[in-house]
T-cell receptor
């Protein structure tokens, strides 16, 4: 089974901090994704990556950046955290276009 | 463009009732369609999928048929259990790497 591991289940940070969310997958998948999930809005794509050092903006990239230095790891960075970035963050991976995405358990991030 | 519309929740059913969660889509090209389930405190898990018109995906008693003529992929289960309580997401994948998710439908099954 594919395993997607997010480094923290719960995280509390302060406004203005730089925040790192880490995601690791163990199936050598090419594609990795970061979403945020908010009530009533479903999942919104922040960034995705289809190869090492490659990244593409999703629907809501503002205030975020990403890093993919190794194939198995995809990091989401909040450059200067703000309260409106309080949310559930989900990482996913897939091996080819149109194939199912496999999700981690999520990180519930609170910005105070 | 690509989008998914699914019925608003929440849905509350008694155990052994019949479940339908509606999902319609708009897509360019020939999308693959998916249903995901999210149990409390967890990430999304793939429930079933269909990759072409008239395909039926099925898993754990859930079914959905890819209907190109009505651009729909409704989720059904004949007899729900308390353990089916979760949030269900319809999704599509068309050209490229992106998925498009519906807003989710919360299901609560009461004994």
């Amino acid at each position: 089974d594919v395993k997607v591991t997010q480094s923290s289940r719960y995280l509390v940070k302060r406004t203005g901090e730089k925040v790192f969310l880490e995601c690791v997958q163990d199936m050598d998948h090419e594609n990795m994704f970061w979403y945020r999930q908010d009530p009533g809005l479903g999942l919104r794509l922040i960034y995705f990556s289809y190869d090492v050092k490659m990244k593409e903006k999703g629907d809501i990239p503002e205030g975020y950046s990403v890093s993919r230095e190794k194939k198995e790891r995809f990091s989401l960075i909040l450059e200067s955290a703000s309260t409106n970035q309080t949310s559930m963050y989900l990482c996913a991976s897939s091996d080819r276009p149109n194939q199912p995405q496999h999700f981690g358990d999520g990180t519930r991030l609170s910005i105070l | 463009g690509n989008s998914v519309t699914q019925m608003e929740g929440p849905v509350t059913l008694s155990e052994e009732a019949f479940l339908t969660i509606n999902c319609t889509y708009t897509a360019t090209g020939y999308p693959s369609l998916f249903w995901y389930v999210q149990y409390p405190g967890e990430g999304l898990q793939l429930l079933l999928k269909a990759t072409k018109a008239d395909d039926k995906g099925s898993n754990k008693g859930f079914e959905a048929t890819y209907r190109k003529e009505t651009t729909s992929f409704h989720l059904e289960k004949g007899s729900v259990q308390v353990s089916d309580s979760a949030v269900y997401f319809c999704a599509l994948s068309s050209t490229g790497n992106q998925f498009y998710f519906g807003t989710g439908t919360s299901l609560t099954v009461i004994p």
